[in-house]
């Protein structure tokens, strides 16, 4: 059987400290990609995906991270950033019939973080 998914690529500025070993770092900025797959149910429009999806990366575009209420607790790692976002956006595109099945973040060229839930 094929395995046919969407990959649909964004950027995101923000800015963020993370504690590391019980050492602050300092505020720096980054311009984050996010890599979704998706899986849909029926036909949905690229524009549709892209809609939902900035609809949650917005909410962190041009942010320092540190800030918002979903990292008041958290430490705004890569890590704690992508387990986000995969929670978030996989529970939006279900409002479009979509399935987030992959997710990878990266602050910069080398580095990235993925999830995967291919099943």
Avoid: W
Wanted: proline letters at 3%.
């Amino acid at each position: 059987m094929e395995n046919e998914l969407y990959k649909l690529s964004f950027f995101v500025n923000a800015s963020h400290m993370v504690n590391i070993n019980g050492k602050l770092s300092s505020k720096h900025p980054h311009t984050f990609e996010i890599v979704c797959y998706i899986k849909s149910k029926g036909f949905v429009a690229f524009e549709e995906m892209e809609n939902n999806i900035n609809q949650i990366l917005n909410q962190l575009n041009n942010h320092y991270l540190n800030e918002l209420d979903a990292f008041k607790e958290k430490n705004p790692t890569l890590e704690n950033i992508s387990r986000l976002l995969f929670k978030v956006i996989g529970i939006n595109l279900e409002s479009i019939r979509c399935n987030l099945v992959r997710i990878e973040v990266s602050e910069s060229p080398v580095r990235s973080f993925v999830i995967d839930n291919q099943k």
